[in-house]
Every structure is written in C-alpha cells, then in structure tokens.
DNA sequence: GCAACAATTAAATATAGATTTAATTGTACC
DNA sequence: GGTACAATTAAATCTATATTTAATTGTTGC
C-alpha cells in the first residue's frame, strides 16, 4: 500500500533520461538494454522492473521528449494580446533550443519516430506479454502520434492567426508549417554542443529567415 | 574475362533499387537480408553474390542516391550566366523531387544515415571478411559523408553567390543552407504519393519562402 | 560436350541481445 | 524480528537473422 521508493532505487525518471541519452547517440537498434542499464549502474535484467520492454521503455522516452515540447509551446500559442509574428519569433526559438538541448525532444522530434512504427509487439511467446499490453502499447504509440500531429497544428494555427490578422503574406499554411518544423527539427541532426552557434545563436537565425519570408513588406506603396 | 551476365542473372542495379525500396518503408535494422531478396526473386543467400555484405549492400544505396542528387544539381551551378535566385530555385526544385520520387535519395539524405554510421565491421569471425575489406568499407564510408558535405555546399555556395552579387541579402549561409536543406529532406519524411500535393507542387511552395526569405526587397526607397 | 566461371540455393552456423526465471537483498511498517 | 513487497541480479532461454558452406545449375566460348 503505496510505499515509499527505497533509497536504493533508480527510478523510472532516470532510467528515462538514460536512455534518452544513449538513444540520441547510438539510435533504437544500435543500443541494448545493458547500454541503458549501465548508465544507470543497473544490469539489463533490472530494466524489466520498471518498463514492460524495450519497445515501451523507448515509448516513454519519446513520450517525455514531445511532452516538453508541447509544455514549452502550448502556452505562446495561448496568449490572447501578443502578434502572430512574436509568438511565432518565440515558438521556433523555444523549440529549437528545446532540440538542441534535450535528448528526449531530439529522439521525439526526429530519431526515433521510425523505430516507435516498426515496434513489432508482442516480442515472443506468449509469455508475461499478454493482449493487455499489446493493446495499450498501441494505444499510447496512437496517442503519441496524435500528439505530434497536435504539437503540429500549434504552429500551424499561429501561421493562420497571422494570415488573418493580415501580418503574414497569405501562403499555404500546412506546407509552411512542415517546411518550418523540418528546418527546426533537422538542427537535431547536425547540432554540435561545442560548435560555433550556440541553439539560441542558431533559433535567432531561423526566426529571422522565416519571419522575413512570411512577414507582408512593410512601407511599400499598396497601389 | 569479361563474359556478359546471362538471362537468369538479377543485376547489381536491380538489387539495389529493391533495397532501396524495402529500406524507404521499413528502415535498415527492420529490413531483412530476405526482405530485400524476395524483392527480386531470389533468396537471402544470392545477394551474398553480389554484395559483401548487409553494410556493403546499405553503402551501395546510399552511393546510387547521393549521386543521384548531385548529379541533379551540379550542372545548374555550374551555369555562368543564371541569377543566383534561379540557380536556387532550380536547385530546391530538383531536389526535392529528387527526394519525393527515388526512394534511394530518401535513404542518403534522411532515413538511412545513422545506420551507416552505426555499421561496426567486420560483423563476425574472421571469416572470409577481411581487413581489406573493412578498410574499404570505412573508406568509402568516409567519402560518402564527404560527399554529403559537398552536396550541401553547392547550395551554399549559391547562397553565397547571390549575397555577393546583391541579389540576396546578407544572412549566415551556411545556417541558411543548413535551414533549407532540412526542410527540403524533411519532405521525405511526411510526404505521401497520394497526398493533396505533388514534390513539384510542394518544391514550388519551398522555393517561394525561402526566396522570399532571401531577395533583397524591390522597389524599395533606399533612402 | 567440356572447361570455367557466374548465379543461385538449401541447409547449416553463429551470435548478439531481448526476455524470463528463480533467487537474493533492502526497507517500511507493524 | 517478521511480513510484504520493492528492487535488483546472475544465469538460463530463445529467436531472429546475418552469414557461411557445399552443392547445383546456367551460359558461354572453344
């Protein structure tokens, strides 16, 4: 009857931002449960303890990556007063620099998407895994792509909002929206930690190329 | 010496093509030796004939996709006479259909990177794979990524070509580079044959923004 | 019609890694 | 000072696939 975790253990947060870590660099396939374990002085049996399987413990991690992601933007995109060209400036920063800076988003964002559709479950025999877990396991990987579609659209509302307010040239907000996020995204591919930018240097870029390119040109006679 | 493949032979181009195919959908770890064979009507053991190995096989695709893709946009750099903001806009073009229609170019310039990266040979025994053999690999490993790097530099020197010559305006080309070409291979990641738009419908929105994003604006007093 | 090699294959290997099992150890609460 | 469960583990399983082997079949040039 809910009792405290010991001092001894590792909990599930950790191990979640472990294998985040090591997903970033090696990718789903190329790292093993031992990886994992080890970075959080575990051996890869203990795993099983805190995630069903490899496939669910990646889905957590991915979970908490485009959870942060949602947390940083959700709350610009609300914000009745600001103009769409601010709180878009901030979105892109937000998440560029959420990228760079979070291994989870990263995997989210980008690495992992492929491993989470090809998980094939359940593993083996008809083991522990029963149908319970097959079903949920669906179900949350359905959620997480809902989610991202969600996460999406947040970015693609404040492209509209600025369509219509009249502060962005009228384009087509979807292939904008995508065009935006895979520049954004792609910075988890190339980013260096010690190169010359720093993902402030590099989101201050980015929100100048696409503001410049959606903003409606100010001063120009409008015959 | 130098006999001609017979009719029964499935060639090295048309194992290569099916890999890239199968490797588009499912991924390099999810894709099998047997996948890739039945593909051409053989078994996993014949494609042992043709390439050394899985790594060798995913090399070969990456190459035939990466010359692809350079092979599109080398001759519109090369033209004297075109405007930069041409160039570059034939340039986002063709690459982007490149990445819609040849499941190969999707593999180099997104999907399969990592798993090149990945690759740890030679896989087992000392068997018939050899020190050369890795060495090769590597190699030409190597000189793909280099490649890679090449590629993204025609566009940039573009960028750079028309920010010299006034066309543009002055921005950090190599991050913009690095922007376009994420939103250029990031097409490859959500795009669908049967979607509401065609490559080259979506290539013309691309080369719209980041146009727009880069000319120096006309009509302009220059007070 | 045979030598030589190309292309293919069925069957045998090998092995890495995920998962399971069975047992041990720690801790809280009574 | 024992009960109950949480956390951990060493060792045993279990499989899916890449790869190797050894043999077969096709083709060409002579």
């Known amino acids: 009857m809910a009792r405290k975790p010991a001092d001894q253990s590792v909990n599930r947060e950790e191990i979640i931002a472990a294998a ?10 190329a790292t093993t449960m031992k990886d994992i374990a080890a970075k959080v002085n575990l051996t890869a049996a203990s795993l099983y303890h805190h995630f069903k399987s490899k496939d669910f413990l990646l889905l957590a991690v991915l979970e908490v990556g485009l959870d942060h992601a949602i947390a940083q933007i959700e709350p610009i995109v609300a ?23 979070n291994t989870a988003v990263g995997a989210a964002m980008v690495f992992e998407i492929r491993a ?61 929206t995508k065009t935006m996020l895979g520049a954004q995204n792609w910075v988890g591919v190339w980013f260096r930690p010690n190169g010359r930018l720093s993902g402030a240097d590099i989101a201050h870029m980015m929100v100048d190329t696409f503001l410049h390119s959606l903003r409606v040109p100010q001063g120009l006679n409008m015959a």
């Open 116 to 176: 989470l559709m090809n998980a094939k479950l359940p593993p083996r025999n008809g083991g522990q895994f029963g149908q319970e877990d097959y079903d949920e396991f669906i179900k949350r990987r359905d959620s997480f792509f809902a989610r991202r579609a969600y996460f999406e659209n947040l970015f693609k509302r404040t492209v509209q909002e600025g369509i219509v307010n009249g502060e962005f040239r009228p384009v087509d907000a979807s292939i904008v």
């Open 20 to 29: 985040a870590d090591v997903l970033r660099y090696n990718g789903y396939d």
């Open 79 to 101: 914000a009745a007063d600001k103009p769409a060209a601010q709180k878009l400036a901030e979105m892109i920063t937000l998440h560029i620099v959420s990228v760079t800076d």
